[in-house]
């Protein structure tokens, strides 16, 4: 490969600065602090700040793989349709009419997809740094819960109008929680839940494996006192994330309880259905707010969402081979043109469409194609693997990749950087294990 032809030739042209600074040598340290600081910050910084931690995270990344004898990159069969896509975006943003405004856009992306090369390389050569991370995206989770049920006991009042009450009699109408995730909003802070409570019930399972039983236990309670605070955010996207990540639970429990416990399996089953069932039957705000998925046009939330899909799927067959150029502001120029009077909008609530507008059709299948080859090969190594650490890492992974994309088939908060960093993460881990296991079958 000529880039690891390159990295070669430099690490040796550089060999003596490296053996003689400790800076170079600890640069793993600081790669670990940074991802570490991004999740950390993301509770309650601007975009700007968390971007901007995570491009010194692709830095070190780069001076590490410039300086490090030995270091390489070897990209695996799904990051070679992740390749494709960033090619196809590069070529969207050379197409673009608005050309400043989609290169804004165009970084996000760079940051973005440097951060998963970054934390990709970084576990590869430091897997048992997995359950950290899996902690500190947990120590996140738990923090904006709490803040959640406090909001929720103080009913703190809406910043703007998140839920259509013109139908609803007082007690029907929810507060919505919100946390402390910049900028303030339900939505935002439910697919927060839908991408990071995987984390806390891999932890728990990770700890009960290892035995420690009283971490275990309390992972297990913040992970069910984070779904609670998720159906207080009122975001029914992220209702029906929290069904993918208990589907995805059952689904691999079942692989090491089913033959062994079955009447356990099967009764810890029951009693959710059962949890669910009566929460609807007995928290009337709650009940009408899970109804209103099913009101079509006549919740005004999705006949919004209605009006975007249909102003955004024009907007796809007027630009469908380069698209428009990414970036939510390029967005927002080009959408004027096509809107409903009164329908503006910030994307096009919904991650697939969204690809196809910015990018066109070609970097659609390029990123469908990432996460369909991804996932495949994650799922049958869940099916076939008796290594049970790394059953545990690849499935919370795949349960929340899965329900990330799930929830963002109805909405636009998939493009907020506090989801995006968990999201890339969660494929680096599929990445590294995966490409660990590899190297040692072979």
């Keep these: 490969m000529m880039f690891n032809s390159f990295l070669k030739f430099t690490q040796s042209k550089l060999n003596i600065l490296y053996e003689n600074s400790l800076f170079l040598q600890n640069l793993d340290k600081l790669i670990f602090a940074s991802i570490i600081l991004v999740f950390l910050t993301s509770t309650c910084l601007s975009s700007d700040v968390i971007g901007f931690i995570a491009l010194i995270t692709v830095f070190l990344t780069i001076l590490q793989l410039l300086t490090k004898p030995g270091d390489k990159c070897e990209p695996v069969k799904f990051e070679l349709w992740l390749l494709a896509y960033f090619m196809i975006v590069i070529i969207s943003l050379a197409g673009s009419s608005l050309f400043a405004l989609s ?3 165009f970084m996000k992306t760079v940051t973005y997809l440097g951060f998963y090369v970054s934390v990709v390389h970084y576990l590869k050569h430091n897997t048992n740094k997995i359950p950290y991370i899996l902690a500190a995206i947990g120590v996140c989770i738990s923090f904006e819960s709490i803040m959640g049920i406090m909001q929720n006991f103080a009913h703190v009042d809406e910043i703007s109008t998140w839920q259509d009450v013109s139908k609803l009699n007082p007690e029907e109408v929810m507060t919505r929680v919100y946390g402390t995730l910049k900028p ?3 939505n935002l802070l439910g697919g927060y839940f839908v991408a990071g409570i995987p984390s806390l019930f891999g932890l728990s399972a990770y700890f009960f494996t290892q035995k420690y039983f009283k971490s275990g236990f309390a992972a297990l309670g913040f992970a069910l006192l984070s ?7 009122g975001c029914r996207g992220s209702y029906i994330g929290c069904m993918v990540i208990f589907a995805g639970l059952f689904f691999v429990a079942a692989k090491f309880l089913w033959h062994r416990f079955k009447k356990l399996f099967l009764a810890i089953l029951a009693s959710c259905f059962a949890f669910a069932t009566a929460a609807l039957l007995f ?3 709650l009940r009408a707010r899970v109804f209103s998925i099913f009101a079509m046009r006549q919740d005004s939330s999705n006949s919004f969402r209605f009006n975007v899909y249909q102003s955004s799927w024009q907007m796809f067959k007027d630009n469908w081979l380069l698209g428009i150029g990414v970036g939510n502001k390029n967005f927002r120029e080009i959408y004027g043109l096509y809107m409903r009077t009164g329908f503006d909008a910030l994307s096009a609530y919904n991650i697939f469409l969204e690809t196809a507008v910015e990018s066109g059709i070609f970097a659609l299948i390029s990123f469908v194609g990432f996460l369909f080859v991804m996932l495949k090969e994650a799922v049958s190594f869940i099916i076939k693997s008796d290594k049970i650490k790394d059953v545990i890492f690849i499935s919370t992974a795949v349960i929340s990749i899965c329900a990330v994309m799930v929830h963002g088939l109805v909405d636009t908060v998939f493009f907020r950087p506090q989801l995006q960093f968990i ?6 881990v599929i990445s590294a294990v995966l490409q660990n296991n590899y190297l040692r079958e072979n």
């Design 184 to 186: 303030y909003n339900p």
């Design 103 to 105: 290169l804004k856009g």
């Design 283 to 285: 928290v009337s705000a």
């Design 227 to 233: 779904v609670i605070t998720l159906f207080l955010t």
């Design 423 to 428: 999201f890339w993460t969660m494929a680096a």
